[in-house]
T-cell receptor
């Protein structure tokens, strides 16, 4: 059974800091990994999708890496801003069993302070 | 391009009642997945529909059922509501049922069971 863990559960940083969010998964047989942002009470916004054959993806100030063999991914946020405050979720799509579903971590709640 | 939409936004029901939630997939997408997100948790996969057929199901009882229509919109039905069914219900769409394709989420329906 695939399990996804995100560390830390919560993080508070001053504006302008670079930060790293961590995601680990127990089954390395995955199709891809997706990072999402969720504002309170809202739906999920897809940030980055990394296929299992890729090592990293970049979008603006965001960079996500994937090390499939060790079951880890990181989301790097450069020059954080108060508008980045949200919960960040990672999710993996397994290659074996479970169909086409995403398995999510419980998220990292980020607060960027002025 | 129209994104994923869900209705209603909020819903309050009592135990034992039945509820129907609706989702319109993003333009060009023929695959819809439903997820349940309890407070403080990551979303949990309920089931997926691809071209009007169920294409994978998570660990949810049969009182959770669904439909997909020829225009690829979808419904989630929950019978005999229980207090623990209170959650944010998220719909996601993707194209062609492929495990490689990115999933795009709607804003969710907040269900409260009293």
């Amino acid at each position: 059974k695939q399990e996804v863990t995100q560390i830390p559960a919560a993080l508070s940083v001053p504006e302008g800091e670079n930060l790293v969010l961590n995601c680990s998964f127990t089954d390395s047989a995955i199709y891809n990994l997706q990072w999402f942002r969720q504002d309170p009470g809202k739906g999920l916004t897809s940030l980055l999708l990394i296929q299992s054959s890729q090592r990293e993806q970049t979008s603006g100030r965001l960079n996500a890496s994937l090390d499939k063999s060790s079951g880890r991914s990181t989301l790097y946020i450069a020059a954080s801003q108060p508008g980045d405050s949200a919960t960040y979720l990672c999710a993996v799509r397994r290659r074996t069993g479970g169909g086409n579903k995403l398995t999510f971590g419980t998220g990292t709640q980020l607060k960027v302070e002025l | 391009e129209t994104g994923v939409t869900q209705s209603p936004t909020h819903l309050i029901k009592t135990r034992g009642q039945q509820v129907t939630l609706r989702c319109s997939s993003q333009s060009g997408h023929n695959t819809v997945s439903w997820y349940q997100q309890a407070l403080g948790q990551g979303p949990q996969f309920i089931f997926q529909y691809y071209r009007e057929e169920e294409n994978g199901r998570g660990n949810f009882p049969p009182r959770f059922s669904g439909l997909q229509f020829p225009n690829y919109s979808s419904e989630l039905n929950v019978n005999a509501l229980e207090l623990d069914d209170s959650a944010l219900y998220l719909c996601a769409s993707s194209s062609d049922g492929s495990s490689y394709n990115e999933q795009f989420f709607g804003p969710g329906t907040r269900l409260t069971v009293l």
